[in-house]
């Protein structure tokens, strides 16, 4: 088998990409969880999201030569057959969760795309080597169980799953609850309807991983550019910061009299930020996303406050810092606990390599670039060789209701997506 037919039929099924067909799949997902006033609610585990998996799935799981999976973490898997059916797979998708009022492609996109270029290789008849899986990740955005990529991590090192299970949402919700009602939801549904199913043990090897996501910031767009070929992704650190006071009225209590848990929260919150904001590196990114007071009164001293705080940064010195600025202006009695530590984590080069020359193949305008997102690409990497492709994100809006891109340039991303996978999967002949 020559390259030049390899690379002559990743380009026929990059071709076949068919921008309507997955419009069409992109914005039928949307309506799980749209709402109303715009955006999309599909928290990881919530019925929306069980019901988008569900949907996604049926599309595929009676076809000939397909078959699902779930495995303990309730990652959920579409596999297309190779014609090694012991080969170790080509694995692509992303999440289906979003977070509390997300837009419609954050982690949708690269679900959708990865079922495309299966649907794509149906219509011409294409056989691999390997099999192809498509994969719905658990939990990516880490908003309502904490912390993010809980699926894809308890995936590549399952000995960390034990410790994700007595995490509770806001509701006091245990992760092992909606991860068994997940599990069993997938069992029941793919019991009455038939399909080919099976349990996957966690830490199945895979040959590959891919994942196609739209940018969520503005470099492509402001560049005009198609395809981002992603060289890895920055550390992140998630904190909870408690801080604790004591409750009186608010009329009566003397200034100096006070315990006041939420003076003491906003002087720390506001050393953080200062920190960002005059340490002169423009790469650092520091959010306080989350802030609880209790006991929540107007008239009522705090006499509790719990916060979050998410560092970013490609150079963990500068993560470092962040951190020994909390310490330098934590109140007493304050606890700080680490609910994720992520490191940078850089992408294979040979798949890197391969993204940037399906670009070329394709005629597709594209950069080499870092993610400011974290993604489940990132403990995919220690696992496989893994990497990632962008697409522009319209004024680099994500994360809001807002969040959009062009159809053209999702569809771009997935024809670059579909070229390397058939590059990875090996193709066959009925004469190979
Ligand atoms: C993923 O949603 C992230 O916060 O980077
Ligand atoms: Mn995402
Ligand atoms: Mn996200």
Not at 72 to 97: C, F, K, L, Q, Y
Not at 196 to 223: D, F, K
Not at 281 to 295: F, M, N, Q, S, Y
Request: proline fraction near 5%; glycine fraction near 8%.
């Amino acid at each position: 088998m020559t390259t030049e037919w390899v690379d002559e039929l990743a380009g026929r099924v990059a071709g076949a990409i068919d921008a309507h067909r997955l419009e069409s799949r992109q914005r039928g997902l949307a309506a799980y969880g749209a709402v109303a006033t715009g955006g999309v609610a599909r928290q990881a585990l919530t019925e929306p999201e069980l019901a988008a998996r569900r949907w996604l799935v049926q599309d595929f799981a009676a076809r000939p030569g397909y078959s699902v999976s779930i495995d303990a973490a309730a990652n959920v898997i579409v596999r297309r057959a190779g014609r090694d059916a012991g080969a170790e797979p080509v694995m692509t998708g992303s999440h289906a969760d979003t977070q509390p009022l997300g837009g419609w492609l954050d982690g949708a996109f690269g679900v959708v795309a990865g079922l495309e270029v299966m649907d794509a290789l149906d219509s011409l008849g294409a056989a691999t080597r390997r099999p192809l899986d498509v994969v719905m990740w658990t939990n990516e955005e880490g908003s309502r169980f904490a912390p993010g990529l809980m699926g894809s991590v308890a995936y590549t090192a399952p000995e960390r799953l034990a410790a994700f299970l007595s995490v509770t949402d806001a509701q006091g919700v245990r992760f092992q609850d909606a991860r068994d009602a997940a599990v069993s939801d997938f069992k029941t549904h793919a019991g009455r309807q038939g399909w080919t199913w099976m349990e996957r043990p966690l830490a199945t090897p895979v040959h590959a991983y891919i994942e196609a996501h739209i940018e969520q910031g503005p470099v492509l767009e402001s560049q005009g550019l198609q395809v981002g070929c992603v060289t890895a992704i920055q550390g992140v650190r998630w904190y909870r910061v408690t801080v604790p006071g004591r409750s009186a009225h608010a009329g009566t209590t003397p200034l100096a009299n006070r315990d006041d848990a939420q003076a003491k929260a906003v002087a720390l919150a506001h050393a953080v930020l200062s920190h960002a904001a005059h340490c002169g590196d423009e790469r650092l990114r520091v959010t306080i996303g989350r802030w609880d007071c209790a006991p929540g009164s107007i008239n009522t001293i705090a006499n509790r406050v719990i916060f979050t705080i998410d560092a970013r940064h490609p150079e963990s010195a500068a993560l470092d810092a962040v951190r020994a600025a909390m310490d330098a202006a934590l109140p007493d009695g304050a606890r700080i606990e680490v609910l994720q530590d992520k490191a940078t984590v850089h992408f294979a080069p040979p798949l890197v390599a391969l993204a940037t020359t399906a670009c070329q193949a394709l005629g597709l305008t594209h950069r080499q670039m870092l993610s400011g997102a974290f993604h489940d690409a990132m403990p995919m990497a220690g696992f496989c060789p893994s990497t990632m492709l962008f697409a522009p994100s319209i004024a680099g809006v994500s994360h809001h209701p807002a969040e959009d891109t062009a159809i053209a340039d999702l569809t771009a991303c997935t024809r670059a997506l579909a070229w390397c996978l058939v590059h990875l999967a090996e193709p066959v002949t009925d004469q190979s």
